[in-house]
């Protein structure tokens, strides 16, 4: 392997509570934000492994001064801050924020331009600078997102997830968007669209046929879903050892499939291995993959087994978001 490759920590920066949805006429329950503002322990981690985190920030914590300290403090020891539109929680409000949890594309042109003003408007505010990277909630990305984030400035977007279908995950009346094309034998490089860098979440491909593109095929018709069949089907590729589409995501494989993937991808020379979750996913109790401490250490022993396991590779070095997109 010649050149230089980059491992980026995404975290999808959020309340504990925004997808919780009120009762049949009653109004969303307030914000909470123990999640955010108990991050400290998650600095602290990255830290010590010299890996700074990207975190991609919703408008709301951005509005909360405690979950806003916590992320300074971040900053100050080089990690970078970045964006993360939920349009339901982010004005201007409609009666549709009410009423399920949209793609930001079921929104009216100016609606969701407005929308995405407001969270990089609260960014600035709350950090002093205004954000580089985005992450579209609920990976609700297209091509006028796209034209509407290079009008305000930012240049690196990480909404794609390459071989994972959104579609049957409703919003207020759409489905999300298909990235099974996006997955292809090779490691999925970053690239350009218009005047934005794409740099897609790490997925990838293992097994006997997982470096091949039937492998890929493979994985791609039996790929991510919400749908119990294909989790289950997936899971029976997977187990047959001959191929399965691994989200280099912690808590979501086993700790050796997460491995094996992260390595994978840096043996065959990804130049970017990101590696997403969410930020209530290190706090007990604030999302539904860690109700427990049990939940959160095993959160914290995947997150390390795959850090420390791609940093034993002398040619990937942990940047930022930002830096990694700099130094391709």
Excluded: C
């Amino acid at each position: 392997m010649s050149g230089q490759s980059s491992l980026v920590i995404t975290i999808d920066t959020e309340p504990d509570n925004q997808w919780t949805m009120p009762a049949p006429g009653a109004e969303r329950p307030a914000l909470t934000f123990a999640n955010t503002r108990g991050l400290a322990r998650l600095v602290d981690f990255l830290d010590s492994r010299a890996t700074p985190g990207t975190w991609l920030t919703s408008y709301s914590v951005a509005r909360d001064p405690e979950s806003v300290r916590q992320l300074r403090r971040a900053a100050a020891s080089g990690h970078e801050i970045g964006g993360h539109l939920h349009a339901w929680e982010t004005p201007p409000f409609t009666e549709t924020d009410a009423l399920a949890h949209p793609y930001i594309f079921e929104y009216d042109a100016a609606t969701r331009l407005a929308k995405l003003r407001s969270v990089t408007q609260a960014l600035s505010d709350a950090f002093g600078t205004r954000p580089l990277s985005y992450r579209a909630g609920r990976w609700g990305i297209d091509e006028i997102e796209m034209s509407n984030l290079t009008a305000m400035g930012y240049t690196i977007d990480t909404s794609v997830v390459p071989g994972h279908d959104f579609s049957r995950s409703k919003g207020l009346a759409r489905g999300g968007p298909d990235f099974r094309g996006h997955l292809t034998a090779a490691p999925v490089q970053p690239y350009r669209v218009g005047g934005l860098w794409e740099a897609p979440a790490s997925a990838a491909t293992i097994g006997l046929l997982g470096s091949t593109a039937l492998g890929a095929i493979l994985s791609r018709n039996l790929s991510y879903r919400l749908d119990l069949p294909s989790r289950a089907a997936g899971r029976l590729l997977r187990g047959s050892g001959l191929s399965g589409l691994v989200w280099v995501r912690p808590l979501m494989h086993t700790r050796a499939e997460l491995v094996r993937a992260a390595n994978m991808l840096a043996r065959r020379g990804a130049r970017i291995i990101n590696v997403m979750f969410h930020s209530s996913e290190a706090f007990a109790g604030s999302s539904p993959r860690s109700r427990t401490a049990a939940d959160v250490e095993r959160f914290y022993g995947d997150l390390a087994s795959i850090v420390d396991a791609v940093k034993e590779f002398a040619h990937v070095k942990p940047r930022t978001l930002q830096d990694a997109v700099a130094a391709l």
